[in-house]
Antibody, heavy 124, light 106 residues
Framework: QVQLVQSGAEVRRPGASVQVSCKASGYTFTDYGIAWVRQAPGQGLEWMGWISAYSGDTNYAQTLQDRFTMTTDSSTSTAYMELGSLSSGDTAIYYC??????????????????WGQGTLVTVS | DIQMTQSPSSLSASVGDRVTITCRASQTIGTFLNWYQQKPGKAPKVLIYAASTLQGGVPSRFSGSGSGTVFTLTITSLQPEDFATYYCQQSYSSPRTFGQGTKVEI
């Protein structure tokens, strides 16, 4: 079965950086993209960006583009995100999600069909 | 950016009730609309994609409809395990955006 297992909780000082990993199993890693989504305490979901595990192509949310980096390592089927210049507003649970593209009627529909368990990043 | 607005933000319902949640997009998005369910302390789970296609394994009491700018998620005969927060999300353009969520409470 498809599984995405994320690294553990992190605590960082303001101004520091954090890296979160997302190890995939149960499918061919390079056949899908990975999206990153975060959720501040008690708040809704915020899409951060997407990376193709096949080509490395990326699409970043403009609000984060300058300090957010996504990478993948196909040899270990692992995706990584790094967020720098942290502030208290970055305190959140960070999720990776498999990006599914289903094509029908000459259109391709994207949705996030499997999610990691989430990683709490606390900036304090 | 496309703004997604859900209504209501929360609702109270009883087991067996029919529940409808509405999601409005700030511009037309065709049927590029997904619905997710999130329970406390858990990751979101996709229920419906392409506005009306039920994800495998999701009970048939969940259904989605709509196109353009107005979409609905309907739960017929609410079950105890359905008490959760529901989010819509557009996949028409970047950045992908979510609604603010609708909390379904007992």
């Amino acid at each position: 079965q498809v599984q995405l297992v994320q690294s553990g909780a992190e605590v960082r000082r303001p101004g520091a950086s954090v890296q979160v990993s997302c190890k995939a199993s149960g499918y061919t890693f390079t056949d899908y993209g990975i999206a990153w989504v975060r959720q501040a305490p008690g708040q809704g979901l915020e899409w951060m960006g997407w990376i193709s595990a096949y080509s490395g192509d990326t699409n970043y949310a403009q609000t984060l583009q300058d300090r957010f980096t996504m990478t993948t390592d196909s040899s270990t089927s692992t995706a990584y995100m790094e967020l720098g210049s942290l502030s208290s507003g970055d305190t959140a649970i960070y999720y990776c999600a498999r990006d599914q593209d289903l094509c029908k009627s000459d259109r391709c529909y994207e949705y996030f069909d499997n999610w990691g368990q989430g990683t709490l990043v606390t900036v304090s | 950016d496309i703004q997604m607005t859900q209504s209501p933000s929360s609702l109270s319902a009883s087991v067996g009730d029919r529940v409808t949640i509405t999601c409005r997009a700030s511009q037309t998005i065709g049927t590029f609309l997904n619905w997710y369910q999130q329970k406390p302390g858990k990751a979101p789970k996709v229920l419906i994609y392409a506005a009306s296609t039920l994800q495998g394994g999701v009970p048939s009491r969940f259904s989605g409809s709509g196109s353009g700018t107005v979409f609905t998620l309907t739960i017929t005969s609410l079950q105890p395990e359905d008490f959760a927060t529901y989010y819509c999300q557009q996949s028409y353009s970047s950045p992908r955006t979510f609604g603010q969520g609708t909390k379904v409470e007992i």
